[in-house]
């Protein structure tokens, strides 16, 4: 009796994490170059990244992408804080995934990297590449006139100077 190889039908399935660098990075657990080849590798859409100014003692980026749906918007959370775990070292806190319940945002704190995974819809209202891109001063919404913020100021710049009695 001959027997014959049979190439398989179907190959083994490659490890979860081949192709990421697990090392920690040097700037925080993820370098802000790995985070991004992860979220491509994890086929996150319209992936945008800023530089925090130093003054505002955050983070060094912020980085905004969109998912394809609720569950790829969990999956990317989940799945970057797996990383984390993998890269990080045990005197590193492990993130939160903010907004675990909600099926149009997550973020994740990642010490040096502010990342939010968005639907587009609500990515469209929250529009935080405006914000961070061009700065407060130039965001319509940020710059709209107030009736109730001027009368607050107002009444603030009155109270200022009372002082108690007795």
């Given amino acids: 009796m001959k027997y014959e190889v049979i ?9 979860e994490f081949d192709g990421i660098n697990l090392e920690r990075g040097k700037h925080g657990v993820f370098d802000i170059e790995d985070l991004v080849d992860l979220l491509q590798r994890e086929n996150s859409k319209n992936i945008f990244v800023a530089t925090v100014p130093k003054d505002i003692n955050f983070v060094e980026y912020i980085c ?14 989940e799945f970057v804080r797996k990383v984390y775990k993998k890269k ?21 704190d990642l010490g040096n990297i502010a990342l939010h995974i968005f639907s587009d819809k609500v990515r469209e ?4 590449e405006t914000l961070w ?3 407060p001063e130039y965001d319509e919404k940020m710059t709209q006139k107030s009736d109730v913020v001027d009368i607050f100021e107002n009444y603030s710049a009155y109270l200022k100077d009372l002082k108690p009695l007795g």
């Fill in 133 to 135: 891109a061009v700065g």
């Fill in 125 to 128: 209202v929250y529009d935080l």
């Fill in 7 to 15: 190439e398989e039908k179907y190959p083994i399935l490659s490890d």
């Fill in 64 to 77: 905004v992408v969109s998912g394809r749906s609720k569950r790829h918007i969990k999956a990317l959370a």
């Fill in 88 to 108: 990080c070292y045990k005197s590193d806190q492990l993130p939160r995934i903010e907004g675990k319940d909600s099926d149009e945002w997550m973020a994740l």
